[in-house]
């Protein structure tokens, strides 16, 4: 089994940060590209950012230059640090992964089951 497992939502003022943490755990050989998405009432699921095995990274506009996507290889983890937190950014923020599961030759994509941010006065 694989499981992605969420932590470091919670309440922050406008203007104030937070940092997410995603650790992948189970019957994984490879992790190949990471993300972090995010869903608000009454809107589809967005990607927020996004990582390869590389460290290479992509943003969401609406994020860029406040948000910076990490990852730790040995430790199967993902991260998000948040910066400059508007209401907006009010979201259940979901980790993702694509990787290799031990034994197998294709790929798997995984969804944790997310974590709230709420930026609020």
């Known amino acids: 089994q694989v499981q992605l497992v969420e932590s470091g939502g919670g309440l922050v003022q406008p203007g104030g940060s937070l940092r997410l943490s995603c650790v992948a755990s189970g019957s994984i050989f490879s992790i190949n590209a990471m993300g972090w998405y995010r869903q608000a009432p009454g809107k589809e699921r967005e990607l927020v950012a996004g990582i390869t095995s590389g460290g290479s990274t992509n943003y969401a506009d609406s994020v860029k230059g406040r948000f910076t996507i990490s990852r730790d290889n040995a430790k199967n983890t993902l991260y998000l640090q948040m910066n400059s937190l508007k209401p907006e950014d009010t979201a259940v923020y979901y980790c993702?992964?694509?990787?290799?599961?031990?034994?197998?030759?294709?790929?798997?994509?995984?969804w944790g089951k997310g974590t709230l941010v709420t930026v609020s006065s």
């Open positions: 993702n992964a694509d990787l290799f599961r031990r034994g197998l030759y294709y790929a798997m994509n995984y």
